[in-house]
């Protein structure tokens, strides 16, 4: 059930989710699960995770025990997951949308997101960055087009809800809506204001594709003040004029040029 006082965007097939969600990326060791209750305490109802943030069991732990506490219903809560590079063979897709879905303890994601377009070759299942005796990532040679095949099925079999894809660039965007039978719903990218993507957002919107925007805030570094943005002049008046703290004015700003951001916190 949607919260009518809260925004949310709609799918080109029709589903809906909250235009802000919770990022929980390097969030680990209990941090992780304790932020996605404040978080669905706090009203949110859109949390992004992935194979490879390695805490999927956290958040599925923390959504559950709301489940259990009655403060949500699963129908309420928006989850999205993604692909691992090192599962693109075919073969490999529909194991590791089981795997996430058994790190969750939950029947179905809401949206799985193939991770990048590369692929890597499979070492085992925790060997996420595979590499070479010189140390460099070994690469395989798996078709991102292959790899999505095998997603569509996943959509056909209730194991996901929704498809879509993160880091995807104009060209590989355009490849794959040329050779798809279901059509991504979303794009994942990083997006700030030192780094806009503003040409591929409004690709993205000529696909009728919503553009998630990871690292909102860049990577913070209050002691070197940076992302510059953050310490500037012109923000900072905004902030003022409105009530608001500088992170706040940039998320509005990202939401504006038509991006979810998904901004990193494991405090209240």
Request: proline share 6%; hydrophobic share 35%.
């Amino acid at each position: 059930m949607v919260n009518p006082d809260v925004p949310y965007v709609t799918h080109n097939n029709g589903s809906k989710m909250q235009t802000i969600g919770l990022g929980t990326y390097t969030s680990l060791g209990g941090d992780c699960e304790r932020a996605v209750r404040d978080a669905i305490d706090a009203g949110y109802r859109h949390i992004d995770t992935a194979y490879f943030y390695e805490n999927e069991h956290e958040v599925g732990k923390a959504v559950k025990d709301k489940i259990a506490e009655g403060v949500i219903k699963r129908e309420d809560i928006f989850i999205v997951s993604k692909l691992w590079c090192h599962f693109h063979e075919p073969e490999r897709v529909e194991y590791a949308c089981r795997k996430t879905l058994a790190n969750f303890g939950l029947d179905f994601i809401d949206l799985y997101l193939m991770h990048w377009p590369y692929s890597y070759i499979h070492r085992g299942d925790d060997v996420l960055m595979p590499t070479n005796a010189k140390g460099e990532v070994e690469l395989s040679d798996v078709d991102y087009l292959d790899t999505w095949r095998e997603m569509e099925k996943l959509q056909e079999k209730g194991l996901v809800k929704n498809i879509g894809v993160s880091n995807f660039n104009s060209e590989q965007l355009a490849r794959l809506m040329a050779n798809c039978k279901i059509k991504p719903i979303h794009n994942q990218i990083e997006c700030h204001p030192a780094l806009n993507q503003k040409p591929l957002i409004e690709l993205c919107k000529k696909y009728d594709i919503v553009v998630t925007a990871y690292c909102p805030l860049g990577r913070p570094d209050p002691a070197k003040k940076l992302p510059v943005y953050l310490f500037d002049g012109k923000v900072k008046e905004i902030g003022d004029k409105y009530n608001k703290t500088p992170a706040q004015v940039v998320l509005r700003y990202l939401i504006e040029i038509g991006t979810v951001p998904i901004p990193k916190s494991v405090n209240k």
